[in-house]
Every structure is written in structure tokens, then in C-alpha cells.
């Protein structure tokens, strides 16, 4: 788990980097409104604390929620988040190994669905903004969900890449002219898709020492490109191509972070190719159909509900079990 | 079927782990053999199987070679006396396995001299037919040397169609044990020999013995030994990867064939037999020189043994009197293992007595046993599943067993985990896995055996039913005969007064005329 922590510094310090301190801000509150939760459930269930507190599962939580947020998001939207991931999706449910879903994605489909305005407020990029909220600005702007004087709102914040491409497209822009807006990058949003190289590189690392299996975010990857490809060849002006859709929101954070998830994901290779698929599907066609601009956070859990059943259809043939009688009169085959 | 027969190719099998495997600490003296000790308890019955019937009484003088217990069917080997002396008595004993139980146990008081008995060898066994020999290896005690100890004779009889090649199973299961090593070693020449004697007695072709990779010393010998023997066409000599547990029955086979023994068949099945390196060295020893199956290689290691090393032992030998051979236990010993540290069992003392299948004891100190770090909660990580050759779903088990689900463990083939550890070994949370199959497993079978005897209960209850119901019917039967017949007599006898009160009235009414 600490690993984890590890494996998203990068990111981190790039999200600094383009928008500003609120991240820090967002990870200080997130994991500290986790931890306390956390050692109030073990309280209440009369648990131990020190075992379940020292294994960073509740500060991972926090962590991957709080990259989830808007960087000026006030401090109740985050409480009410940990509330939802670690008291509702964690605890009651039986607490660490019991959780049918991922915690951090629970608590950010619940602020999304009860904040649809405070989750609204992106910050434009360093290169786009007039000057980005400083320390103090920062601080009021979480602590009162207002912000001062000199900044407004507008001239601040504007609306995600992805948010851009839903309206164009239903305003019938073609791609190519929604995507001239200064907001979009080489492939993704700009900023955004520098923050996604980093969550990748850390997915790598955290590869490289085996702490996650390649399966879930390869799956993820490829099937997003795989079904995105032959759409954005046959329509480039209406669907966008594969590179903007793996570049864009929470899909490469997902892909190496939230969807490996052991707890709530699946376990055997063949299982957790079919999760990391099913992940990328439902993304893209929440993307397309839905009635939010990303749906990394609902395929998840959406694939959480359905992680039992994938793990049910792919159990490996036991040693010794053959499928049929043909089978067992020439076993193996080779 | 030529194309069945193992090829060149090592397969390999899906998981294990490759673990560190300390088998050079008891390599580095010979085989040795140690003193007499005081007294030998010899287990009755040390397979699976049934107990023979004794040969001796309390205070009778035996020989070296000397049946103590009678051969039956395959299933109850009997037992020899592993030196002269004297019996002291048979009594309840304990045993290794199952663990905490007793066994009736022949105690012999050896007289030092070891005096043999004479020897009852098979001469020309190349001419001899099959039955032939199975019926001396039954008679010479054979049983499996790799730890199981199932009788031999019962592997090898059967005349199974289609039977190509014996598997010597050289490949140790598991860390620390070296017994096998060393016979190859040691006495290569014998195993080889044993080999073709048990290819002879199975009916197979060829014989492969397998050996792990990083055996250099004894491949060696034994092409050695197999060109004295000249047997290069029909004995092979294959290296398999030093994989745990590739020394299991069902996973040797997988790799040398690639080819799974099916979960309700044998190796038989796949026209493969296997035997332990030390059971053909036991079956040479037992034709060529009529020597019954009295001592074997006990491999005395770990880290709380002064010296390790490995030891030529008597059956009932008690395992303090190897450890001492070994030069004691050092200090900080908390647990002595029978087998190795994966799939051993622990042993409640140290009195215990070698048994047929006893390949190493282990003396493991505080550093190893201490419980490093607390169980925590299973969060479905997976890796079980990758380790796991028997390619089950070690964490679902898990949860259903904990659930108290057997049916549906059992459903997830629970019953075909091979016990070897290796999901507990990796497991993250520290979960004593192992232990909850085998709960689960036993759970299942006191579940079977119930359900027989609710079937057998309800199959009396019905049948006694039955009966009352017949007994009734007839009962009532004879009632309703009985009733009519009083019915019967009884008109009878109305009829009969009427008759005489009319008779009556007709004699006043002729009187009255």
C-alpha cells in the first residue's frame, strides 16, 4: 500500500504543478477525514486500530478519492465523500476484505450525484488562467466554499475537456472544432493528459514490482482503444479518437489504480481481463450515452457488482477435471 | 500409444514456488548408520489399510528379517523384526499420523547381535511372472517410501491394460529433505536395478526416473549405473525444475507427460505408475538379496539439529535417538516436523518411532515458529490463485469454508486440494489457509458418512414399518377369521335352539292333540 503512496507522487506533484495547491489541500483533508472514520468504525465494532490504521488501506482511499476532486471543492463535499467510502461502502459492510465496492469510487459517485455544482468547479490550467488561487485563496476557498474578491469563479474554473466535447457534440460541432478550444492538449486536456503520463508511470512502477498484475490496466487500455478505433474511423467528426479518450478524465488513474482494487475486482487472469474490459466499456458508453461527462467511477462500480459473477464464469478447470469425455480419453493433447 | 509415452519435454505444472531448499546442510557426511537403540516399537499397521495378525508372543526371541505381523490382501503389509532380540510386549503406542492417535505397537528389545534370519531371496526375477513378484515385495513388507506408505503391492497389481512406463520419483517434495538424494547417491546402481524390478512387476515398458536439476552428482551416477546394468534403452534419466511440491504424485506426471491424472482416476490411467526413488532401492534389497523391508534414509535436519545429516534408521527406531546420532538439538528447538517444513506434521514428542515413510525430521527453533504477524482479512488479491497447482481458487475456498458453505466448496472442488501450502505460503494476510481445508475437508466427509447413516437409519426405520404394518394386516386377518367363525357358530348355535324350541312347540302341540 505504501507503494501505492509511492506510485502517485508524480502525478501529484504535476497536478501541483498545473493547477495549483488545492490537490494538497484535497489530500491532507480526504485522508485525514479517512483515517478518523476509520479508527471511529474499528472503535464502534470494537476492532483492533493499530493493525487496520497502519495498513494505508483507509489513506489509499482517501488519496484516490481526493484525485477524484475538484482542487477547490470545500471541505464538506470531501467529508461527506469519506463518510460515504469508509463508513457506508467499507465498514458496513464488514470493513477491510467485505467491501463489495471500491470505497473511493462510492464516495465520489455520492458527492457527484449531491454536489452537481461544487464538482463542476474545474480550475483551467496554469497556460489558461489568469493566475492560479494562491495559499491563502486556496485555504478560503475549501474552507468556505466561497472565493475571495479577487477572483471570480468564471475567469478561474471552466468546463473539463470531456465536458466540452459532450456539449459540442450535442450543439452538432464536429470534433475537429470543438477540440481548436485552447482547453484540449495533444491528446487529451491540456494538463490533464501530462497528470495521466504520471499515473501511468506509476502504474508501471507498481507493475515493475509486481505489487499489481498487468491485467486490469492493460485490459482497460486496449479495450478503450480497441472499441474507440473502428467508431472514430467511421465518424471522426462525431466520435473522438481513442488517444482523447484514454488521455481524458479518470481513466488512466483508473485503469492502474482504482481498478486493480483487489478487494472489489476480480482474481484469476481470466477474470480480471474480462473486469479491466468491462471497465473500458461501460466508461466509453457512459461517455457517450450518460448524463455525466465521465464514467470511470460508476463502470467501476458497476463492474464491483458484477466482479463475483465475472470471477463465477472464468474459474480456471481444476487439475484433473476435464470439460468432456473426449477430452479425458487424450487429456493435455500437445 | 508410442506418443503417450513421457518425451524429452519437461512440462511443468501450473504454480508452486520456488523455495529456498537447505538441502546441502544434511548432504555433508555419508549415510550413516546409527547405534542400536534400547528398544525398537515397531507401529502394527503402518499404511493405509488393515492391521495383520501377530506372529509373536510377549518374551519370544526373533531374528533380523523375522515376520512379526502375517501378510493378507494387499492391504495389510506385514511387518519384520528390524534386528534380533527380544519382545517385550505389544502395546498402544503413539503414532505420527494421524496426529494425537495411538497405535498397537510391537516393542523388541534389541540383543546386539543382529542375527539374521535366513534370507528368502527371488532368484532369476527376470524370469518370474509379474504376480510372482508383487506377491514377494507383499511378503517383504513393501510399502511406499515417499510418505505415504501405501502398499506397494496394491499399486502394482491390477495387470491395468495399456500400462507403459514407470515414474521413479526422485524430485523431493519439499526444503531440507535429502534422503532420497543421498540413496541416488549413495546407491545408485540399486535404485536402478529396483527400478527395472518394479517395471517388471507393473508390467511397463520403461522407467523414468526423475531427478531435479540441481541434482548434478547424482545424474551422474545413475547413467553410471545404468550402463553397468545395461539398461540405457529402457531406463531415462529426466531432470525436472526444482519447483515446490514438483514431487507431487499428480504433479511429476503432469510434468513429465503433461497430462493430468483425471480427479476421479489414477496414474494408471495414463498408462503411468509412480514409485519413490527409496521403494526400488527397498524392492532390489527385497528380491535380489531377500532382505524384507526393515531400515530406510531419515534425513535428521534444521536449524535446532548440531550436526545434520542423514541416517540409515531401523523402523522403530524413536526419532530423540536420531537426533542424538545427529549430535542433539541445539538450543531454542520449538517444534520437531515429520516431512518437511510445507506439508510436514508436527510432532507431539520426540519418542515417536520411525515409521516406513518417515523421511526427515525437522528441528525448527523460536526464529521460524514464532508467529510473525497477525492474521488479517482475506482482500482477494489473487495470489493463491496463481500458486496454487492444482489450479483451485485458494480465497473462495477460503471464504466458503470460514462461511461454513461446504456444499459449495466442495462444488469449487475441495476436495482436489493436495494440502502443499503454498497459497498460505504467499498468502499476504497471513491466513492459515491449509487449515481451513482441511476442516472443510473433514467436514465433508463427517457429512457423507452422516448421510449413510441417516440413509441406513431411514432404510431400518422403513423396513421395520414395513414389518409392523404386515404384522398388523395379519393380525387383523386372523381377527376377522375368528369373527366370522364365532359369527358362524354363533347362528349355529341360534339356528340350533330355534330348531329345538320349535321341536318343543311341535311336541306340546301334539301332545295337546
Not at chain 1, 462500480?301 to 481444476?318: E, W, Y
Not at chain 2, 482475506?378 to 469454508?401: D, S, W, Y
Request: hydrophobic share 40%; net charge neutral.
Amino acid at each position: 500500500m505504501r507503494q501505492v503512496l509511492c506510485a502517485l507522487v508524480p502525478a501529484v506533484v504535476a497536478h501541483v504543478w498545473f493547477f495549483g495547491y488545492g490537490i494538497l489541500f484535497q489530500l491532507v483533508l480526504a485522508v485525514g477525514f479517512a483515517l478518523g472514520l476509520e479508527a471511529a468504525m474499528l472503535k464502534l465494532r470494537d476492532r483492533p486500530l493499530k493493525p487496520f490504521l497502519s495498513d494505508y488501506s483507509a489513506v489509499v482511499t482517501g488519496v484516490l478519492f481526493a484525485l477524484c476532486m475538484p482542487p477547490l471543492a470545500p471541505w464538506w463535499v470531501t467529508a461527506v465523500g469519506m463518510v460515504f467510502a469508509i463508513v457506508i461502502a467499507k465498514h458496513l459492510y464488514g470493513g477491510l476484505g467485505y467491501n463489495l465496492f471500491n470505497p473511493a469510487m462510492v464516495g465520489f459517485a455520492a458527492v457527484i450525484v449531491a454536489f452537481p455544482l461544487e464538482l463542476s468547479h474545474w480550475l483551467l490550467p496554469r497556460q489558461l488562467s489568469p493566475g492560479l488561487p494562491g495559499l491563502a485563496e486556496t485555504a478560503q476557498a475549501i474552507l468556505t466554499g466561497g472565493l475571495p474578491e479577487s477572483l471570480n469563479w468564471d475567469a478561474v474554473t471552466g468546463a473539463t475537456p470531456l465536458d466540452r466535447l459532450r456539449t459540442g457534440v450535442t450543439e452538432n460541432l464536429a470534433i475537429g472544432e470543438i477540440r481548436n478550444s485552447p482547453v484540449f492538449g495533444d491528446f487529451g486536456g491540456l494538463g490533464w493528459e501530462w497528470i495521466a503520463n504520471f499515473y501511468a508511470l506509476g502504474g508501471l512502477y507498481l507493475m515493475w514490482r509486481r505489487v499489481i498484475s498487468w491485467h486490469v490496466p492493460v485490459a482497460v487500455i486496449a479495450t478503450t482503444i480497441l472499441v474507440s478505433t473502428p467508431l472514430w474511423l467511421l465518424g471522426p467528426d462525431t466520435n473522438p479518437s481513442p488517444m482523447q479518450h484514454v488521455f481524458s478524465g479518470a481513466l488512466v488513474l483508473a485503469a492502474f489504480f482504482i481498478a486493480t482494487d483487489p478487494v472489489s475486482g476480480c482474481s484469476t487472469p481470466r477474470s480480471k481481463l474480462l473486469f479491466g474490459a468491462g471497465v473500458a466499456v461501460l466508461t466509453l458508453a457512459i461517455r457517450r450515452w450518460g448524463g455525466y461527462p465521465d464514467g470511470v467511477a460508476f463502470a467501476v462500480l458497476l463492474m464491483n457488482m458484477a466482479a463475483p459473477l465475472v470471477d463465477r464464469l472464468t474459474r480456471p478447470r481444476t487439475y484433473g477435471h476435464y470439460r468432456s469425455r473426449k477430452e479425458s480419453s487424450h487429456p493435455g493433447g500437445d | 500409444m508410442d506418443d503417450a509415452l513421457p518425451g524429452d519435454r519437461i512440462h511443468g505444472f501450473h504454480g508452486g514456488l520456488k523455495l529456498q531448499h537447505h538441502k546441502q546442510t544434511a548432504c555433508q557426511h555419508p549415510v550413516e548408520r546409527p547405534p542400536l537403540p534400547e528398544r525398537l516399537f515397531i507401529a502394527m499397521r503402518q499404511h493405509q489399510g488393515e492391521t495383520g495378525r501377530t506372529l509373536v508372543e510377549t518374551g519370544e526371541h526373533v531374528l533380523k528379517g523375522q515376520a512379526l505381523t502375517e501378510a493378507g490382501d494387499d492391504f495389510i503389509v506385514p511387518e519384520h523384526a528390524p534386528t534380533s532380540g527380544t519382545i517385550e510386549g505389544v502395546i498402544d503406542y503413539p503414532a505420527a499420523m494421524p496426529p494425537g492417535s495411538m497405535r498397537r505397537t510391537i516393542v523388541l528389545v534389541p540383543d546386539g547381535e543382529d542375527r539374521p534370519a535366513p534370507r528368502q531371496p527371488l532368484e532369476d526375477w527376470q524370469e518370474r511372472r509379474a504376480d510372482e513378484i508383487v506377491d514377494h515385495l507383499h511378503r517383504s513388507g513393501l510399502a511406499g517410501l515417499g510418505g505415504a506408505m501405501f502398499p506397494t503391492a496394491a499399486k502394482l497389481r491390477g495387470g491395468w491394460s495399456g500400462l507403459h512406463t514407470l515414474i521413479l520419483n526422485g524430485a523431493e517434495c519439499e526444503p531440507w529433505i535429502a534422503c532420497d538424494e543421498m540413496l541416488m547417491r549413495e546407491r545408485a546402481r540399486d535404485v536402478v536395478e529396483g527400478g527395472l524390478i518394479l517395471a517388471h512387476a507393473a508390467g511397463a515398458r520403461q522407467v523414468v526416473i526423475a531427478i531435479e536439476d540441481r541434482m548434478g552428482l547424482v545424474e551422474e551416477k545413475l547413467r553410471e549405473a545404468r550402463s553397468a546394468l545395461g539398461a540405457e534403452r529402457r531406463v531415462r534419466i529426466r531432470k525436472v525444475f526444482t519447483i515446490y511440491p514438483e514431487g507431487g504424485e499428480r504433479q511429476i506426471i503432469q510434468a513429465l507427460t503433461g497430462r493430468e491424472v483425471p480427479h476421479d482416476g489414477l496414474p494408471q490411467d495414463l498408462g503411468v505408475v509412480v514409485h519413490n526413488v527409496g521403494t526400488a532401492a527397498a524392492a532390489r534389497d527385497a528380491v535380489v538379496e531377500g532382505r524384507p523391508l526393515v531400515e530406510r534414509i531419515v534425513t535428521v535436519t534444521g536449524p535446532g539439529i548440531a550436526d545434520p545429516r542423514n541416517l540409515l534408521a531401523l523402523v522403530g527406531t524413536p526419532f530423540a535417538h536420531l537426533v542424538e546420532a545427529a549430535g542433539g538439538y541445539r538450543e531454542g528447538v520449538t517444534r520437531l516436523v515429520l516431512g518437511g517444513p510445507m506439508s510436514g506434521t508436527a510432532l507431539p514428542s520426540d519418542e515417536i518411532p520411525v515409521t516406513k515413510g518417515s523421511n526427515c525430521v525437522l528441528a525448527l527453533t523460536r526464529e521460524e515458529t514464532a508467529p510473525t504477524q497477525p492474521t488479517l482479512p482475506c482482500i482477494n488479491c489473487g495470489e493463491c490463485v496463481r500458486v496454487c497447482p492444482a489450479r483451485l481458487l485458494p480465497q473462495t475456498l477460503f471464504k466458503l469454508v470460514e462461511a461454513e458453505n461446504y456444499d459449495d466448496a466442495a462444488d469449487y472442488d475441495l476436495a482436489d486440494c493436495i494440502e502443499c501450502g503454498c497459497c498460505a505460503a504467499v498468502c499476504p494476510s497471513h491466513i492459515p489457509l491449509v487449515d481451513f481445508y482441511k476442516h472443510g475437508k473433514d467436514e465433508l466427509t463427517r457429512r457423507r458418512l452422516d448421510r449413510r447413516r441417516a440413509a441406513l437409519a431411514k432404510r431400518r426405520y422403513e423396513a421395520r414399518e414395513e414389518r409392523l404394518e404386515r404384522e398388523r394386516q395379519a393380525r387383523r386377518a386372523k381377527r376377522q377369521e375368528r369373527e366370522e367363525k364365532l359369527k358362524r357358530s354363533e347362528t349355529d348355535a341360534k339356528s340350533e335352539i330355534q330348531a329345538a324350541i320349535e321341536r318343543a312347540k311341535r311336541k306340546k302341540e301334539g301332545g295337546n292333540d
